[in-house]
């Protein structure tokens, strides 16, 4: 038996025995409740973990142990997000296959994680890469090819029963989501068409779909960047230039589901800024869409009008000037000859401009008049049209109307460009009253809705708009549909071929079921051809479908094995289903998802899709995947700086407190050579390339003081902190303990090192209740516990199990040190105390916990799946008090009497003690206060 705390033997020895005894291995299990707890699973970087990623593993844990110990069965798997950028680049620059890297990357991050306890099961671990994952993400694919939005039913439905329909009645009047310029047909218009030419229409209406979109085009990456690759018009990764390009792309028509991923956020137990960032990239809006003539139609454009959403159709007298996107597909026809260059110029311009961008960029003005005029259909006026980039292709009808007087942005731009600002205001003097007082309603200008609330007026108008025929009520959502479509190599293949119809166009077939998974074909460089195609355009004369069709050569985004992952996991070995009905129908939702807050509007909102859709087709049960869902906070790096002279002959560095007497520059110096902000000043000079061997360091009672700063952990700023390195010094269950100290999960916390031996002496503390300090010995006891012992023991059980139960991580350690604390100071070491001191403890620091459980004599095996201990609120009653007894105010000793004791016998039991008499000597007391459960005062 070990009677010192050698954590790295201890630590080590459990997580073998774990691996070896599949001890967190879960299954089906009909005769316990189940709780499913997701972490966002990891992307796997050459980097390896930092202390600040386990943040959120480690909470997720300790719920998996604590549910556990609930009894329940538990499902907490892991697994990696392992398509992606990086992995393409670094095979771009080495050519090296990403697969290769990404196995060695995996690999680091198992050992990293396994390192750290964690009660994982890893027989169910997935890889997006990997063909048996990434099989059933093609088979989600195909059968949102497969799939139409019925909005009679609200629900996705079979490409078959929309066919149905059209061979019955056509397309008109069918409530079925597409988009707008979709032309309607009769039955009869649709029966008279050629099987291509049917199969050709159909496509206008999957839910799975080929468009022309405007996206984040990188031509140095040769590849279309997501919103969030993309900052101050460059690309995150590498700094590449990247521009607005109008491409051929696949995409998902999520705004199907629009409504429903709005109402859905009331069922879920998710914070509310998270839902309230999905709520305003949703963007619901309820206006108008109205019709613009074009004056003096030019060529190509007639008898086209421009279309306009707005969602204050009352200010439409004050339109002074019309805006269209840079990228509309009419700009170069509206544009004069006179116009041209300039117009050229500002399109080319507005490419380098990200969409984020040009759409937070309010105060800044730029755009171009293209030299022609649409016609105001409320008043006939001519309205000049101009193209600015804050106006972008996609949202919309890629127009705007501008209204200098009833919006800022309009009237920056009006007043750039001189251009008229019409008053839609104080129209009548009492215009207010006759608008219900509402606020909107001051901008209504029309004796047509005169006396009306804002409501009526902008309903009369709609109305009007419509009986006249230019234009109609409309619901739109600024989020778009989601292009699908990357040019990379090193993604899913999407599973289409293009075959020739009988006119020569190409469309696009889907492959048979059976010939899933379509896997990545060899390439020789992971670069786009030399023609621009994409990376897979290398293995065309190869691979072909059926040896005569090309495949889509573009992948699929980082996105789409994120989206379903949680329920691969249910059943990861499944050959013959993505899971089986079974494992769906016990795993159910996710009960807990931990996960940074960052994907609130990319994987969080693309994953409710694709749950939304596979509950319409019967394959899932749940509306919403995960019922609750924390965002853990990120921990920031403590930087260190040192201070270089300038202009000093020599290299010279001053310590932290001298520095202001010198003209210095701060440099950032590695943490992990600094300890307690002392500088390792050889280690310093031997690792530094620009550091002279005969560097001169000036120093401060013999030390170099290093400055420090909280900022973001990153290797740039040589501030992160290797969690190897801290359980090789500290252990895994100190580095647990620790986080979770740190503060609550949710918030941003500064990491510091220095600290993290307060964490391993609470640990050792905890180790000596069982062992001899001197003698090393196991002093445990089988004696019966003090009323005391289990007050402070039952104390901590009910606030541990009320703090998790409300996700309080870093309150239990607090509670578990000023139990183990008091108990020291007790004394105890009795048995049936430590126990469940062991049990409380186990979710946090399971190694210890585990070998703690053994040297009690409890059963053989894991301490994972006892009973967590039950709260008994008897212990915490009161049968005693110790009353302070002073004498005129002075307390000198404390006594306990039974709570229930009457002041007279308090009185005559406090006058008769042998201690009170010896105080009194021989004096009689004036008269003697007692006040119950408070003090006893003597007054003499």
């Not at 386990?54 to 604590?66: E, Q, V």
């Not at 544009?335 to 311009?349: D, G, H, L, P, S």
């Not at 048995?831 to 040297?855: C, F, G, N, Q, R």
Request: aromatic share 12%; glycine share 6%; proline share 4%.
């Amino acid at each position: 038996m070990r009677t010192e705390y050698r954590f790295q033997e201890i630590e080590k020895q459990w997580q073998a025995f774990w691996e070896e005894n599949k001890t967190f291995k879960s299954s089906i299990n009909p005769n316990k409740p189940k709780y499913y707890v997701l972490d966002m699973f990891p992307y796997p970087s050459g980097a390896g973990l930092h202390v600040g990623h386990p943040l959120g593993y480690i909470a997720s844990d300790i719920m998996s142990r604590y549910k556990r110990l609930k009894g329940y069965e538990v499902l907490h798997p892991m697994g990696f997000d392992s398509f992606g950028l990086p992995a393409e680049q670094y095979a771009i620059q080495t050519g090296q296959h990403p697969a290769i890297t990404t196995e060695q990357n995996i690999t680091r991050y198992i050992e990293q994680l396994k390192n750290i306890g964690f009660s994982f099961d890893w027989s169910r671990e997935v890889r997006t890469s990997d063909p048996s994952y990434y099989k059933w993400t093609q088979w989600i694919f195909m059968q949102l090819f497969n799939s139409w939005y019925n909005q009679d039913s609200d629900k996705a439905e079979s490409i078959d029963t929309l066919i149905a329909i059209f061979n019955e009645k056509g397309s008109v009047g069918v409530k079925v989501v597409c988009d707008d310029e979709t032309i309607r047909i009769s039955a009869e218009e649709w029966k008279s068409l050629s099987e291509d030419e049917k199969y050709e229409y159909l496509l206008n209406f999957r839910l799975a779909f080929l468009d022309d979109s405007v996206v984040n085009w990188c031509p140095a990456l040769g590849t279309v960047l997501a919103n969030d690759e993309v900052k101050d018009g460059v690309s995150e990764r590498g700094g590449y230039p990247v521009e607005q390009k109008k491409m051929r792309q696949w995409s998902m028509r999520i705004t199907a589901y629009a409504d429903r991923l709005l109402r859905g956020l009331e069922e879920v137990d998710w914070v509310d800024s998270l839902k309230e960032q999905q709520r305003n990239w949703i963007g619901k809006s309820v206006g108008a869409e109205v019709d613009f003539d074009i004056f003096e139609p030019v060529a190509n454009l007639q008898d086209k009008k421009i279309k306009v959403f707005t969602t204050r159709v009352d200010t439409i007298y004050g339109v002074s000037f019309m805006v269209l996107a840079p990228e509309h597909e009419w700009a170069m026809d509206l544009t004069t000859a006179a116009q041209k260059n300039a117009v050229e110029e500002y399109i080319n311009w507005a490419k380098s401009r990200s969409e984020l961008d040009r759409m937070s960029e309010v105060k800044q003005v730029s755009g171009v008049f293209t030299g022609s005029f649409v016609i105001n259909p409320f008043n006939g006026e001519k309205v000049p049209i101009y193209l600015a980039d804050y106006v972008l292709a996609g949202y919309g009808t890629g127009a705007v109307m501008g209204v200098p007087s009833g919006d800022q942005r309009d009237w920056n731009f009006a007043t750039h460009f001189n251009l008229p600002i019409i008053p839609i205001l104080d129209v009548q003097k009492d215009i207010e009253k006759q608008a219900d007082n509402t606020k909107e309603g001051k901008y209504i200008n029309s004796g047509m809705i005169d006396g009306l609330s804002y409501k009526e007026a902008t309903q009369k108008l709609i109305t009007w708009l419509e009986e006249k025929g230019i234009g109609n009520g409309k619901v739109q959502y600024r989020m778009r549909n989601a292009v699908f479509s990357r040019q990379r190599y090193w993604g899913e293949p999407v599973p289409v071929y293009f075959k020739p119809s009988a006119s020569g166009k190409l469309l696009p077939y889907l492959i048979q079921e059976s010939e899933l998974p379509l896997e990545l074909p060899k390439i020789d460089k992971y670069l786009p051809t030399e023609t621009g195609e994409p990376p897979l355009g290398r293995a065309a004369d190869a691979w072909k479908y059926q040896g005569q069709y090309d495949y889509e050569w573009s992948t699929m985004p980082g996105w789409a094995g994120s989206s379903w992952y949680w329920y691969r996991y249910m059943d990861a070995q499944n050959k013959d289903a993505f899971a089986s009905k079974e494992s769906i129908e016990y795993w159910q939702a996710v009960d807990l998802y931990i996960g940074g807050s960052e994907h609130a509007t990319g994987h969080l909102l693309y994953s409710r899709f694709w749950n939304k859709f596979l509950k319409d087709l019967g394959y899932v049960k749940e509306e919403e995947f995960a019922k609750k869902l924390i965002n853990q906070g990120m921990i920031q790096g403590r930087s260190n700086f040192v201070y270089r002279v300038k202009d000093s002959e020599k290299v010279t560095f001053v310590s932290h407190g001298l520095k202001d007497q010198y003209d210095v520059a701060a440099l950032h110096v590695d943490v992990n050579i600094v300890d307690n902000d002392v500088l390792d000043v050889e280690t310093f000079k031997s690792s530094r390339n620009d550091v002279p061997a005969d560097a001169e360091f000036i120093l401060e009672d013999g030390k170099y003081v290093c400055g420090w700063e909280v900022e973001k952990m990153s290797k740039s700023k040589f501030n992160v902190v290797n969690p190897d390195d801290l359980i090789a010094k500290y252990g895994a269950d100190t580095l647990r303990v620790y986080e979770m100290f740190l503060g609550p999960l949710e918030q941003f916390k500064p990491w510091n090192t220095n600290s993290i031996s307060g964490s391993h002496n609470f640990l050792k503390k905890v180790w000596r209740l069982f062992f001899d300090e001197v003698s090393q010995k196991c002093k445990v006891s089988d004696e019966a516990a003090t009323p005391e012992e289990l007050k402070v023991l039952h104390t901590a059980i009910r606030k541990v199990q009320d703090d998790l139960d409300r996700f309080s991580f870093n309150t239990v350690v607090s509670t578990l040190m000023i139990c183990v604390n008091d108990l020291s100071s007790l004394k105890c070491s009795k048995k049936a105390v430590l126990k469940d001191l062991v049990l409380l403890l186990s979710p946090y620091a399971p190694h210890i916990s585990e070998e703690l459980w053994t040297v009690l004599g409890e059963q053989e095996g894991s301490l994972s799946y006892a009973t967590f201990p039950e709260f008994n609120a008897s212990y915490l009653v009161e049968d005693s008090f110790n009353y302070p007894i002073s004498f005129n105010g002075k307390v000198k000793l404390t006594l306990s009497f039974p709570t229930d004791a009457t002041p007279q016998a308090i009185e005559e039991a406090v006058l008769a003690n042998e201690q009170v008499q010896k105080y009194l000597a021989g004096a009689t007391p004036k008269k003697v206060i007692v006040v119950p459960k408070r003090i006893v005062n003597v007054v003499v």
